[in-house]
């Protein structure tokens, strides 16, 4: 059962272009929404989130939209730069069950100079 | 401060032989988890421990263990290892149970061959 789907494996921009990364999920008891980003050889790390209560959460460069009708987020870079290039990782959490993350499976972002 | 720390950076075993694999959280965190991740299945979550119990497990047979010490440090274990079991191990730490503030670490590559 895949809560959290994130059904393209890769996706390529310009630099300086809008990125928008896609996730889509199943499980309407998520209470936050996180976005994750990981280089090879390192752990996940935290980019933005976004509660269930909220449809739009901006920082910076980053922005993570929210539709709870169509169970739908998504997450907007603008602009883009090479060093965004990584794998971006969706994630539902539930306070309900505790400290859980259920994981989509990943985009790789690659922003070409 | 330094960061969630996890030993060893890379192993690699023998089907039928089992490993430990260690997690230092952030000093002052007391929620450790635990997350497999594999080409195209995302991060899978293991468990999860707080003050030294077990709160939250995931859908992984009983081969898959770990325990929490008294200073928040954590192992799992992995008996019987299987081919299948070749993955990136992470581990996350925060606060608190139900403190979505996850702080990953680099993980840990296990090759069973």
Known sequence: DQQVKQNSPSLSVQEGRISILNCDYTNS?????????KYPAEGPTFLISI???????EDGRFTVFLNK???????????????????YFCAGEGLTSGSRLTFGEGTQLTVNP | KAGVTQTPRYLIKTRGQQVTLSCSPISGHRSVSWYQQTPGQGL??????FSETQRNKGNFPGRFSGRQFS??????????LELGDS??????????????GYTFGS???????
């Open chain 1, 69 to 87: 009708s169509a169970k739908h987020l998504s997450l907007h870079i603008v602009p883009s730069q090479p060093g965004d290039s990584a794998v």
């Open chain 1, 51 to 57: 509660s269930s209560i909220k449809d739009k959460n």
């Open chain 2, 71 to 80: 200073n928040s440090r954590s192992e799992m274990n992995v008996s019987t």
């Open chain 2, 107 to 113: 993980g840990t590559r296990l090759t069973v061959v």
């Open chain 2, 87 to 100: 993955a990136l191990y992470l581990c996350a730490s925060s606060l608190a149970q139900g403190d979505y």
């Open chain 1, 29 to 37: 008891m998520f209470d936050y929404f996180l976005w994750y980003k």
């Open chain 2, 44 to 49: 899978q979550f293991l468990f999860e421990y």
